[in-house]
Structures are given as C-alpha cells and as structure tokens.
C-alpha cells in the first residue's frame, strides 16, 4: 500500500492507504478526527468539507494520495488549544446556526471560504448564492445565513 | 423570566461539541474487530429469487462472510412489522404482508436486500458483493398507486394490492350536506412522494458479547427502546433483557428514523454469526433506495358550501401508497394522522373520507415531517382558498367565516379541539404580511413582468401524541406515554433521563431550563440522558412532535415527586413539620421564620441520611414519572406566502414569508423559531422542488442529490416568525409543540400564492419552472414568453 503524508491541522501525519481511499477516510478512519462527515456519495451535500492548503474542498471527492505534502485544516481544528471557539464557530452557536449538527463541520469549513473569497462584510444574496454546495435539512438556512454574515464580521 | 429559565433564548448545550467536531454520530463509533456490512440489492422492482450464489464472493480478499435471506429464515429470523392496526369497512384486518430483513423468494422493489457481504473493509465487501450472482425471473411491476388495484399482485395476503379500504365519517350525512349545497368545490390533488434525507444517512453497529450472550446496536434512531421492543418480540433476535440499544447523537430524522429497518436485524444477526462487530453505513443512494418515503397520496377532495360561504361538510377519497411492505406507523399516517385532520380550523359540520392503502413495488412509506397532517392541511387550505375564489369571496373573509370560534370543539372526524385563536394568528399574520399593500405590489411586478401571488395555509394539526387508550381504541400497538427519571446527585446536580430522543431538537437545552427554573439550581448543573436503553428506562422516542408536551410533562413529574420527597428530608433537616416546609428558588423554608436550607444540602442530608432513620424515610433523591397525556394537542397558526413568476422561465421566487404559529407554552424561543424555519423549508421543498419519481418499471429516477432537488440556501428567502399563544390544557405546562407545524403549513401557501398569481388551479407539486411555465403555456399563451 503507497503511503500518504500531509499535515493536518498542523501535525504531520502520515499513513498506509489503499490508492483508492479519499480524503475524507484517511481523516475519518486513520485519523479518528470524525468530525468531518459524508452526508451523500455525489459531492453534493457538503458535509465533507475540509480546507486543503487554505482553500475549501470536499473530500469525499479527494484521493488522500492527492494531498501528499498538504495543509489540511478540518473541523477540529479551527478553535484554539485552550478551546477558544473561532469567530465562525461562536457565531454557528450564538444565532442557532445548527440543530442536529451533521452539516455543520461542513457548514463552518464552507463559510470560510466564502468569507476568504469575498470578505467580511457578506450580504444575504451572496452568502445564499455560495453556499449552494452545502445541504442543511434542518435549519431552512435562515440562521446559517445569520450565523455567516455574524462570523465573518467577528473575523474582520 | 431568569436568563436560562422558561421563555429564555438560551444558547444551546450541544452546540460545542457539534461546533467543534466532537459530536458522537453512530459512524464516528468504532469497536474493536469492526467489519463492515455491504449489502447486494435488487436491480429489479419485482422479481423471483432463482439462485443466489455467493462462492466467487467468499473467496474475495477480507471476505469474512456471505450471509443470504435463505440462512436468514432458516435461522428463524423474525419478519418486520407494522405496529398499528387499521380495520377495513368491512371489518376485515390490514392485509400485512410478510416483510424478511433479507429477501429470500422475490423482491418487491429496487433495493430490497438479497444477500450482505461481511468483510474487513467497505472497499473490499464493495468488491465482493459485485461478485454475488443473482438469478432472477423478472416479473412485472407496479408503481403507480392509482394503477396499484389493477397491477400484479404483490404480495399473497393482498388481493388487488389492497392493504385496506377504510373510512371516517358518516357518509350518508355528507351526502344529504352536498346534496344541499349552493356551491361544491372539486379538487384532485396528488401529494407528492418525497424522501426524508436527513443529512446523516442511517448507520447500524452491532456487537455481540459471547460471555454474557448480550447482543448491543448501536444505530440511527429516534426511539431506541421501541427498537429494541421490535428487535425482541417481534423478529426474535434476542430477548429484549439481553439486547442493548443505543442511539447517540443521530443527524437528522423527520420520521424516516423511527422505523425499524432490515439492515439494523442484519447487522445484529451477523454479529453473533461471526462473532465481530457488524458495522453498515448507508451511502446516499442506498438512502434513497431504502429509507422509508413520505406522503405519495392520490386524492379527490370536495367541499360544500352554501350561498353565503359556510361550509357545510368536506369529502375526501385518497389513494395512499404504502410500497413493498408495511412499514413500522405505515398503516397510521394516512388513516388517523391524516383523516382526523380535515376538518381543519372549520367548523365543518359533516366530513367523511374514504382511504384505500396499497401496495406499490416502491420503497415502503410511513411517517415524514408532519405525516398525514401536511396532506390533511394542504386538501383542506385548496379546498377553501379555491372554493373562495371560485365563490368570488375573499380568501380570508372565506376562512373567517367558517373559523371554529368556541372550544371545546367536537369535530366530525374524532378530534376534539380543547382550546386556539385562529382569528388571531390570521389577523396578526395578515398585518406582518402587509396584505393590505399586495395590490400594490402585485402592480409593481407586472411592471417588471413578473406574476405576484399571495397564499394562505391556516393549518391545524394534532401534536402530543398521544393519549395511550385512545389510540390504542385505534389500534395503535403501544401507548404514547413518555417517561422521565429525575436523579439529584449527592452534590445538588441533577441528570434527568429522558425516554424521547433529540436528533436537533436540542433537548438537552430546554428540558435543563425547564429543570433549572423548577429546582432553582444552575442550568449547568442539569445534564439531560436520552437514548440508552441500558440507562434510560423505557420511553417512547421523539416524534409527532411529543417531547414537549409528553416528555416534559413527564419531567414535571417527576420533579412534583422529587420536590415532595425533598420536602420530607427538609423537615427532618430543619426540624419542622412537613406540612410548614416551602419551597422556592431552590431553598426549603419553613413558613412564616427565616430557618431554611439550600436545595444542594437537602441533596447532600438525603443522601448521607444522618437526619432521619431509614425506617421512617428512604435515603436518596431520584423519582420516576410515566406520563400519559389526556389529549392530543392542537398547534395552529397561518402562513402567508407571497411569490413572484418570471413569466419567461416559469421560476417561482418567495419573497416574503409570514408564519404565525400557536404553539401554547414556548420554552426557548430561539429553538421553536428555527424548528418553524426547518419546517417550513421542507414544506417549501415539496411544494417547489422535491418529488420522489419511480418509472413504471420501478426504478427510481430521482435516486441522488443530482437528481433529487433538495432545498439549498439560495431556494429560500429569510422569514418572518411570530407567535400568538393560547396554553394546551392537556399537559401541565401548556405546551402544544412546534416541530412539524412549518411542514405542514408550508405546500398549501405556495400553491395557493403560484395559482393566485397563475389564475389557474391546477398547479401539482412540485410546481417547478417547467411546471409553471407550462400550466402559463395552457392558460394564458397571451402572457407567455
């Protein structure tokens, strides 16, 4: 089996994987770090968002032998050491962003994107239109939306 | 109001783990020795089995086993059940057919499992299961449910694929009020067949222990001990005090996980076959193949009224499509979720409904997001809003006129509303909705070409569930009851364990405020349990939206007991009578001195018991309750949609949402608005986008997120929310509950906003661009593109 490093979350790792394996199983399987999630087998939900060298990406749709040598950030590592929540996360919280919480690793990891592609101060039309890769069946994206236009002011 | 007490917008709980990646979904468990479960589905709709050879998959690499339908009735695997038993007119029982976790003769719809490969990996049992060689005889199929009486049948116990033809109401009376009538209202409605997906598709985990003969799952529920119950008593895999169920944090339900499933039976049948944990993740396609669908009813609907606009009865017949096999609440939801709802906010003097269920070679379907009170409300809010129009009436003036205004109300159809305002919630929505400026507004679109409608739902549906003997007097199998345990630790903290289960809900928020107001101790001194059947006792799980106004019920409950015990030890501690103890804000006072003792130290003098002898009183604080409520509940409320069409493309856009919910005593706010946000999104999806669509050879054409239209964020505008309020009487904290509410109300203000600005009625669901555009080609070809 090839092996695979990279850098997650800013500790090298580096594991045995089949050449099929994606991204989103080396993270969840190898890693343990479960709080990536695969909602769908299409790369239509969302879920699976990670940030691979800064930049948003599915990776259930990503080899983990197409990261070789890359930065990947997910879910868990996003808040401080000392557990201080990042800005986005604060704001998932503070305007009830989430309720089963499946989609929302996903949700964050996509938010940060939108917000490094078109700034801090995000209008509703905008973050509607780019969060069209990501599937929320319980909230009807009301306070997603909110929890976005919040967190990316709080990040500015 | 305290900053976490009732009525507090408290951030929730679970919120930091889900925020941080720490949820602990039925996937992220591993155990040691895990292997996974592939299962090889039927390509076909209906089929016999001739041969299924599994010796080229065994010799796969990491092939552990090969397990068929045939081992599985060999091992006298039980079938799975449908728990609520609907009587025909006739008299004559549901017709059940047999429902094996493997099909071992014939499949009876795509998906149906026919063999489970157990292998050490997913990749590899992927591998393997492609090397399963079926042989079938492919034979002819039926999936369209007006089509399904005149079909092959399906199954031997259902001649005609008839499951039941049953009815509500007095018939004859219906026809004397029509017979009356000034005006009649005909309307043909098909609901939409749609499917749940919650985003965590469904997953199951099972673990033998060969030491203690315990069998553990751990899956994606929202009632883990009615699973269990199922599990044991009904397929027979073990015995209900050796079977073990536990659901852990689960993304997602809307009723499609409240069902149980083939793969849960067989991933516990196997377990203890190879002695390892069996773990299966559905993939997104086997979730569309798999997971119980929602509504899928044929209906003609007919309201009669007399020259003034009351309505003087409502009659309904429905084809109601329960696929292959009889899923868990199938037989309920179009019967006595469904048919006991349509005399919605009306004072309908007569109403009879005809229901005929059958069986289609589709997916089996039960219980969705609201479950027979979305296709209740969305027959009733056309009948009138089209009734209205064809009348020359206000839609609203309609409605007013017929609003059942004194309660207790005994409707024609079982409900007897115990208390609401409809009145209010339409007045109220009517103002945030700005109708009185819509002409206006309307003018401005047509400026700009577009066609602006405006669309009302007052909806009533009936939460709570449920009174046990009442549908028991139904034929429900169990009772819908709910149970709580209210454990106060030595120190003053309290876990209080919950029969209902949160998949969202965010229980664990406000069932701690509803205990940290009550006890008068820190909301984050409150730990709420649910979904362990080792831990909690029995209870009844989370839907129709119960948690409310049953689980907490129960709550209230138990801490009337705990308060009582409490009572008692205070005495000791303050030595005084029994009788002169208060109690408020967390400190026992004895009345009318300034003596009195903190909640924490009456915990601590209850459980070191060095006040008071054994035999006079038990040591310890935990108290249990089963509640059994005295009535459903009765949310209601009006929706008002406001649409513009491109006349062009045919695109629907919302652009303005009123949503005016009763939903009695409101716990948190923050939570029941995002409950009405999820709600209505799911109601709009089925209204604009969603649509399950089988062929008629049975394969399902919609069956990824590629093909089905889910609602994303751009599909949806931001809405108004807003509440009136009168108490439920039937629990003690007045709660009707708000979970399904946006669902049900949501389908019948869209279509009557798209057809208020079509000017025509017949819009079906889901009304999409190529739709409506071409119901604008029909209609009006002067105003089309």
Known sequence: MPKVSMTVNGKPVSGDVEARTLLVQFLRENLRLTGTHVGCDTSQCGACVVHVDGVAAKSCTTLALQCEGANITTIEGLAKEDGTLHPMQEAFRENHGLQCGYCTPGMI????????????????HTIREQLDGNICRCTGYHNIVKAIAAGAKAMA | MSATGIGAA?????????????????????????????????????????????????????????????????????????????????????????????????????????????????????????KVVVDYEVLEAVTDPAKAKSGPQIHEVAPNNTIYEWSLGDQKAVEGAFAQAKHVTTLNIVNNRLVPNAIEPRVALAEYDAGT??????????????????????????????????????????????????????????????????KWTADRSESFLTDAHGRDHVTKAELALDENGKILALRAHTIANLGAYMSTFSSSVPTYLYATLLSGQYDIPQIYCEVDAVYTNTAPVDAYRGAGRPEAAFV???????????????????????????????????????????????????????????????????????????????????????????????????????????????????????????HGQGHETTFAQLVSERLGIPFENVSIVHGDTDIVQFGMGTYGSRSGAV???????????????????????????????????????????????????????AYIAHKFSGQELEPGLKETSFYDPTNFTFPAGCHICEIEIDVETGKTEIVNWTAVDDFGTIINPMIVEGQVHGGIAQGVGQALLEGAVYDSGGQLVTGSFMDYAMPHAHDLPSFKVDTTETKAPSNPLGIKGCGEAGAIASPAAVINAITDALGIEDVPMPATPNTVWSALQRAKPSQAA
């Not at chain 2, 489970?116 to 591998?127: N, P, T, W, Y």
Request: glycine share 10%; proline share 4%; aromatic share 6%.
């Open chain 2, 551 to 605: 689980g907490m019920s129960a709550i209230v409950k138990a801490l009337d007991k705990i308060e009582e015990k409490a009572k008692k030890v205070a005495a000791y501690m303050l030595e005084a009578a029994e009788g002169d103890i208060e109690f408020k804000d967390g400190q026992f006072t004895v009345a009318g001195t300034d003596k009195s003792a903190a909640f924490g130290d009456v915990a601590l003098n």
């Open chain 2, 213 to 278: 003969d315990h069998l553990t799952l751990w899956n994606t529920s929202q009632n883990p001990h009615l699973a269990r119950l199922v599990i044991a008593a009904f397929v027979g895999i073990a015995p209900e005090h050796r079977l073990r169920v536990i659901a852990p944090d689960v993304g997602g339900g809307f009723g499609s996980k409240i069902f149980i499933y083939p793969e849960e039976v067989v991933c516990l049948w196997a377990a203890r076959k190879v002695r390892r944990p069996v």
């Open chain 1, 109 to 124: 990891m996509a938010a940060l994107d939108i917000v490094r592609r078109n700034g801090n101060d995000l209008d509703e």
């Open chain 2, 10 to 130: 408290v951030r929730r709980k679970e919120d930091i783990r889900f925020i941080t990646g720490n949820g602990q979904y039925t996937d992220d468990v591993v155990r040691p020795g895990e292997t996974r479960a592939v299962f090889v589905r039927s390509p076909h709709a209906r089929a016999k089995i001739k041969k299924v050879d599994v010796s080229a998959a065994k010799a796969m690499p990491g092939v552990i086993d090969v397990l068929t339908g045939a081992q599985l009735a060999s091992d006298q695997i039980g079938s799975l059940i449908c728990g609520w038993m609907i009587h025909s007119k006739d008299g004559s029982p549901m017709k059940m057919s047999p429902h094996p976790a493997i099909a071992a003769e014939t499949v009876n719809h795509v998906g149906d499992a026919v063999a489970v490969v157990i292998a050490e990996s997913q990749a590899l049992g992927r591998d393997a299961a492609e």
């Open chain 2, 380 to 502: 009733v809010e056309r009948l009138v809003e089209v009734a209205a129009r064809e009348m020359g009436l206000d839609p609203a003036d309609l409605r007013k006129r017929n609003f059942i205004k004194s309660f207790p109300h005994q409707t024609p159809v079982i409900m007897a509303y115990d208390t609401g305002d409809f009145g209010a919630s339409l007045k109220k929505a009517m103002e945030i909705a700005d109708v009185k400026g819509f002409n206006k507004r309307k003018r401005e679109a047509a400026r700009n070409g577009k066609l602006r409608g405006l669309g009302y739902s007052a909806y009533i549906e009936a939460c709570g569930i449920a009174p046990s003997q009442a549908v028991g007097s139904l034929g429900a199998g169990v009772g819908l009851w709910e149970s709580a345990e209210v454990r106060v630790n030595p120190t003053g903290s309290v876990e209080v364990l919950t029969g209902t289960h949160a």
